[in-house]
């Protein structure tokens, strides 16, 4: 017998008509003699919502509060899920958070699940469907929290692991992972296997359709995953150790993001413990620096850093650097219109030339590119935000993803 956690996102539980059809492939998955526990995420849009109107009372509501208003939009999808199986004649059972219990650990909205009793649960899916909301926990103070947008991708990998199921997949809209985002890229095409490093790279960077932090769990702990669609018969993705992945090409995937902002500190004293006198006011505010360039000083005194954080953090970054009175600069100037083009590939190893190739293609696209970092598998580029499309089209062609 194979114990199965079924997860599915917001979009799949979206409507009713989407509600009893997931019912549907509970039930096909229950006759063919699995055991499962179904995770659900809050309908499309829900969590958003709750969040504006939690705004409407205050922009800093309280986060205490906070949590326990955004657990019931999965609230709601286990008890409409659970309702639409018992209607089809199958025995079924919601959990709550606290019911479990789902134990986490950390600060509220982004909390991580530390442990969680199983035996209740394990008893019921010898003949029953369990049904978990997703995204919610609770402390060891007995208070309810969150684990960060999209947990419910966390939620259904813990559970996985401490029931130590068979098999997780991830339901979505979309087929699978794709090559590069299908939206707005047509030509992109679905990956039938991909490394955990690689899965956790293209989600880091901008590919919406896991979670990252759940990616880097099932990492941890080797959990395969198979993200797959709700409305079709598809075969999904496959994510799973890279040992197991013959690589053909050297590039798996191109990603982007436009939540990154480019900041420039000009005419800076070019001396030892500079960057560490810019840099450790940041990471005490818990801002994270993504790329960091510093050019070479042309009059050996001064000289220019460049670096990255997220958007969001651009405000709070140039008033921390202002207010510095260890780092002496001329001025700093930002660039918010920027965005993050990737390409990963663990195939990129061992690829002679992909970054020469990567640099060539955006050079006859006539793109500037304005910082760049790179790991073992990736290799990100910040460039001009109305360019990325052009840009990912084209490393997407010169890659042969299309
Ligand atoms: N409902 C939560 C969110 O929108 C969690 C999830 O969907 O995974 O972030
Ligand atoms: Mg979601």
């Known amino acids: 017998m194979v114990k199965k956690i079924l997860k599915f996102g917001g ?12 019912a549907n492939i509970i039930r096909k998955e229950h006759v063919s003699g699995n055991q499962i526990i179904a995770v659900v995420s809050a309908m499309s849009g829900k969590t958003n919502e709750l969040i504006e109107l939690s705004k409407e009372i205050s922009e800093k509501f309280e986060k205490r509060e906070l949590d326990v208003l955004l657990s019931t939009g999965e609230q709601v999808t286990s008890a409409l899920l659970c309702g639409a199986l018992i209607k089809l004649k199958i025995k079924a059972r919601s959990w709550l958070n606290w019911q479990i219990p789902i134990l986490t650990e950390g600060e509220h909205s982004n909390s991580r699940i530390v442990n969680m009793n199983v035996s209740k649960i394990n008893e019921f899916i010898k003949d029953g469907i369990a049904i978990v909301p997703g995204f919610q926990g609770i402390s060891k103070n007995g208070d309810v929290t969150t684990i960060g947008r ?25 087929d699978g992972v794709f090559s590069s985002d299908p939206n707005n890229v047509p030509v992109a095409k679905k990956i039938d296997k991909i490394s955990y490093e690689e899965m956790l790279e293209l989600s880091s960077l901008g590919a919406k359709v896991m979670q990252s932090s759940a990616v880097q769990t099932a990492m941890i702990y080797d959990i395969p995953i198979e993200v797959r669609s709700t409305f079709t018969d598809r075969k999904g993705t496959r994510i799973f150790d890279q040992q197991n992945i013959d690589y053909t090409k050297s590039v798996t ?49 001064t ?3 460049t670096f990255t954080v997220k958007r969001n953090d651009l405000s709070k970054t140039t008033e921390i650097l202002k207010k510095n009175k260890k780092v002496k600069f001329n001025k700093i100037t930002n660039n918010d219109k920027v965005a993050k083009v990737s390409i990963v590939g663990a195939g990129m190893v061992s690829t002679p030339g992909v ?42 062609t010169i890659f042969n993803l299309d």
Do not use: W
């Not at 979009?11 to 997931?22: A, P």
């Not at 990567?358 to 990100?380: C, D, P, R, Y």
């Open 355 to 396: 970054t020469f190739k990567m640099f060539k293609g955006l050079a006859e696209e006539k793109i500037n590119i304005l910082a760049i970092s790179t790991s073992e598998i990736k290799l990100s580029v910040i460039i001009d935000e109305p360019n990325t499309l052009k840009a990912v089209k084209k490393l997407h």
């Open 11 to 22: 979009t799949s539980v979206g409507t009713i008509e989407r509600i009893k059809h997931v």
């Open 253 to 301: 995937g191109v990603a982007y993001s436009k939540d990154d902002a480019k900041i420039t500190i000009i005419g800076v004293e070019d001396k030892p413990g500079v960057a560490a006198n810019i840099f450790e006011p940041l990471n005490e505010a818990q801002i994270n620096v993504d790329m960091v360039i510093q050019n070479i000083s042309s009059d050996q005194r």
């Open 150 to 174: 999209g947990g419910s991708d966390a939620t259904a990998v813990a559970i996985a692991k401490l029931f130590d199921a068979d098999a997780c997949e991830i339901y979505t809209d979309v």
């Open 303 to 305: 000289t220019d850093i």
